[in-house]
């Protein structure tokens, strides 16, 4: 079945430090990428997505590659804020299928 | 971007009791919602898709006599929880996908924490 992997948390960085958050996945067929983010006491929101091979994703400065070839979906920021501290989730959905499979989350912090 | 919200927002109750959470999608209609839970330090897990007109599709493991779900109207979905445990502790989410241009995008519920004392 369909599966992503995240990179564990939690991650502590300084502010305006470059962030990396490792996501890959396995699926059938041709699934669309997302990257969530859940600030605190907030419902989950959608930050980037990307639905096929090469294409890349982008918001608030956040950007994210679909990797047919690695199978990945890495979220990079270059600068990050302490705005930016909170939980970020990789999914993958696949075509025709509404449903989400989720990675396990990791928790970004950013210290001032 | 559209808001779907979920009541209560925490609840406790004791073991043996059943309780009710509400999932609205509040500007648009949905005829499909998806319940999840989330565990401490771990990914949300769906458990159903909630299908408004007809049943519930309920995931691998998961006891849908445990977990009603009802698609009451295109805007409110509820889970019970019923004869609830200390185990079904846990932070339940709901969302709601809406048609935007080309693609579906969901829509998540800021969640319902509950508490099985």
């Known amino acids: 079945g369909d599966s992503v992997t995240q990179m564990e948390g939690p991650v502590t960085l300084s502010e305006e430090a470059f962030l990396t958050i490792n996501c890959t996945y396995t699926?059938?067929?041709?699934?669309?990428l997302f990257w969530y983010v859940q600030y605190p006491g907030e419902g989950l929101q959608l930050l980037l997505k990307?639905?096929?091979?090469?294409d890349k994703g982008s918001n608030k400065g956040f950007e994210a590659t679909y990797r047919k070839e690695t199978t990945s979906f890495h979220l990079e920021k270059g600068s990050v804020q302490v705005s930016d501290s909170a939980v970020y989730f990789c999914?993958?959905?696949?075509?025709?299928?509404?449903?989400?499979?989720f990675g396990t989350g990791t928790r970004l912090t950013i210290i001032p | 971007g559209a808001v779907v919200s979920q009541h209560p927002s925490w609840v406790i109750c004791k073991s043996g009791t059943s309780v009710k959470i509400e999932c609205r999608s509040l500007?648009?209609?949905?005829?499909?919602m998806f319940w999840y839970r989330q565990f401490p330090k771990q990914s949300l897990m769906l458990m159903a898709t909630?299908?408004?007109?007809?049943?519930?599709?309920?995931e691998q493991g998961v006891e849908k006599d445990k977990f009603l779900i009802n698609h009451a109207s295109l805007t409110l979905s509820t889970l019970t929880v019923t004869s609830a445990h200390p185990e079904d502790s846990s932070f339940y989410i709901c969302?709601?996908?809406?048609?935007?241009?080309?693609?579906?995008?969901?829509?998540f519920g800021p969640g319902t924490r509950l508490t099985v004392l």
């Open positions: 969302s709601a996908p809406q048609k935007l241009s080309s693609y579906n995008e969901q829509f």
């Open positions: 699926a059938t067929g041709y699934p669309s």
């Open positions: 990307a639905t096929k091979a090469d």
């Open positions: 999914a993958l959905k696949n075509f025709g299928n509404e449903k989400l499979t």
């Open positions: 500007d648009f209609q949905a005829t499909t």
């Open positions: 909630s299908n408004e007109g007809s049943k519930a599709t309920y």
